[in-house]
T-cell receptor, first 113, second 115 residues
Framework: DTGVSQDPRHKITKRGQNVTFRCDPI?????LYWYRQTLGQGPEFLTY????????KSRLLSDRFSAERPKGSFSTLEIQRTEQGDSAMYLC???????????FGSGTRLTVV | AQSVTQLGSHVSVSEGALVLLRCNYS??????LFWYVQYPNQGLQLLLK??????LVKGINGFEAEFKKSETSFHLTKPSAHMSDAAEYFC?????????????FGKGITLSVRP
């Protein structure tokens, strides 16, 4: 069990560029979550997968955001046409069904300049 | 709908002193409650969780929390603070009847420990 891995740890991009983040959950976990955390705030829910199915999306997830979890393993979060307001820490977490209190990765810090 | 209120954004204690971080919740159904700790530029680590078993929950690093339904509270305590406890602490809630265990977090409290 190597925990939840996120890549990259840091990403600096110019406004208008597209970025993609990857999350590798704990292998036996069937649930995967994406959260966004801005400075001085708690994490906010973005989206949730059970296996490969994306079951819920927050209204925070605008049309510029898309997430996938092919084959129910790793997940990617893509942001198109980045804006300065997208600058935040993007956190991934995973759990098993019925297991409350999931395991978080170390996050990807995005800075849009 | 559910929400968490963490009063105050910053708590400072002396090393060896009692740590008390407050959390109040709102939930339309019986809640499950959590405390997480976050060190700078890191993800969140689960300290402890209440999932309707014992109301006094013990967690890692000497922390504990008590679920009080009448007060809608889930305050985090530690008898004696250590320098390594300096971090940000988040309280979170989810609905026990929810299908996806989505967490709603408070804004967090920064704990400073003075030598």
């Amino acid at each position: 069990d190597t925990g939840v891995s996120q890549d990259p740890r840091h990403k600096i991009t110019k406004r208008g560029q597209n970025v993609t983040f990857r999350c590798d959950p704990i292998s036996e976990h069937n649930r995967l979550y994406w959260y966004r955390q801005t400075l001085g705030q708690g994490p906010e829910f973005l989206t949730y997968f059970q296996n490969e199915a994306q079951l819920e999306k927050s209204r925070l997830l605008s049309d510029r955001f898309s997430a996938e979890r092919p084959k129910g393993s790793f997940s990617t979060l893509e942001i198109q046409r980045t804006e300065q307001g997208d600058s935040a820490m993007y956190l991934c977490a995973s759990s098993s069904t019925g297991d409350y209190g999931y395991t978080f990765g170390s996050g990807t810090r995005l800075t849009v300049v | 709908a559910q929400s968490v209120t963490q009063l105050g954004s910053h708590v400072s204690v002396s090393e060896g002193a009692l740590v008390l971080l407050r959390c109040n919740y709102s939930s339309s159904v019986p809640p499950y409650l959590f405390w997480y700790v976050q060190y700078p530029n890191q993800g969140l680590q689960l300290l402890l969780k209440y999932t309707s078993a014992a109301t006094l929950v013990k967690g890692i690093n000497g922390f504990e929390a008590e679920f009080k339904k009448s007060e809608t509270s889930f305050h985090l305590t530690k008898p004696s603070a250590h320098m390594s406890d300096a971090a940000e602490y988040f309280c979170a809630v989810t609905e026990s009847t929810g299908a996806n265990s989505k967490l709603t977090f408070g804004k967090g409290i920064t704990l400073s420990v003075r030598p």
